[in-house]
């Protein structure tokens, strides 16, 4: 069946932050007396902080770790924020499928503040039936939180009429909680192997080659 809804992550997907986000909590982790290898934490890439600080640093107190998810904001969006650009054909794919009658739909792990200037750097207030990010939530990804307010806000269709594309594992286990299909791109760095695990239903390098074989991915069909 032909999507009438696609749910699309940001970070890694449609816009190429994700080495931006290893260095910013680096320096938060670093900041903290924390040293973790840049694999370790891009590993851990699409989670939110709530997810991710109790992972990396489990026996941590919840006071310091929402000091150091605090102090990755504020290095990210001091520091990094602006330099951020998004894929090539972002914009034209979310154009496609608006085109095509299918609602578009930012559903991301990021702060609402980032996921504002994000919609103005893709140029996509137009494009977007609906939005959500971590401050509309309890629990970011993997969480099926983020997912399921999207939902929400666009009525509680069946999930065989809402589809995924993300790119990290977080995503797809988010979506699975829903009952969503994901469609995994590899543009985050998360390899070909771990996004099909994770239960992808369909892979592609990124944004601009799944706009090539849209008629022919699970979007289009």
Known sequence: MRPKAILF???????DSNDQHVEAWDEAFRGAGYSFDRQVIHDQ???GSDMLLPTLLPDLGEDAQEAIGEAHGKAFKTKFLEKIQPFPNAR?????AHEGGQKVVLASSASEAELDHYLDLLDVRA???ATTSADDVETSKPAPDIFGTALKKLGSPSPDEVIVIGDTPYDIEAA???GLRTIGLLSGKFSEAVLRDAGAVAIYADVAALLADYDNSPLGR
């Not at 992550?9 to 816009?15: A, E, P």
């Not at 034209?92 to 496609?96: N, V």
């Open 9 to 15: 992550d940001i970070d890694g997907t449609l816009v």
């Open 45 to 47: 890439i699409g989670k």
């Open 92 to 96: 034209d794919l979310l154009e496609r």
């Open 127 to 129: 494009l977007v039936a």
């Open 176 to 178: 699975e909680k829903c």
